[in-house]
C-alpha cells in the first residue's frame, strides 16, 4: 500500500512534487494579466489559463506552457466591429483533424475565452475594447499571438 496519496492529502501538496522532493513555490503574481499562459492537455482537450508561473497537472500529466508561434500566415483573420462587439471571423479548417480549439481576447483585466469545436463555424464575438491582443489555438499550428486585434484585416478593408 502507497502512502503517497495520503502524504499528499496531508499535506496539501501536488503528489508528483512530493515525490520529486522538491516542493517550489511560485513568485507572487504580479497581476499583470499581459503575461497570460495558455496550457491544453494532450489527452482531453481541457483548456487552462495562468497569470504567473504555476505547475499544472491534467489527466495525471504535467502540462507545459504553450508558446506563441510564428504561423499568423497561418491562420487569416477578419474583424467587423458590430454593436458593442468585435465579430471575428477566421479562414481556417475546422476538421476533427485540424481546427481552431480556441481564441482569447486579453485586455486590462480581462480574459475573454472562446472554446471553438471541430464542425463549427469558425467565429467568435469579443466585447469591442480596443487595444487588446488575441491569442488563436490550432491544434497543428499552435498559438498565435495578435499583439492589437487592429492588425485583421477589418471586413471595410476587403
Known sequence: MSLWPE????????MVQLMEGEITPNKPDSGNIDKVRFYVC????????????????????????????DSSDAIKITVEEIDTDY???????????????????????????NRLYPEQSPTCRFPLTKGGKLYVYCIKHGLVVYSDIRQARFRNEL
Do not use: W
Not at 7 to 14: E, G, P
Not at 87 to 113: C, N
Open 87 to 113: 465579430f471575428v471571423t477566421f479562414d481556417h479548417p475546422m476538421a476533427k483533424e485540424h481546427y481552431i480549439s480556441f481564441v482569447a481576447y486579453i485586455k486590462s483585466d480581462r480574459v475573454f475565452l
Open 7 to 14: 502524504l499528499s492529502a496531508i499535506l496539501d501538496v501536488d
Open 42 to 69: 494532450p489527452t482531453c482537450g481541457n483548456i487552462l489559463v495562468s497569470t504567473g508561473s504555476a505547475s499544472i497537472l491534467c489527466c495525471g500529466r504535467k502540462l507545459e506552457q504553450i508558446l506563441p508561434t
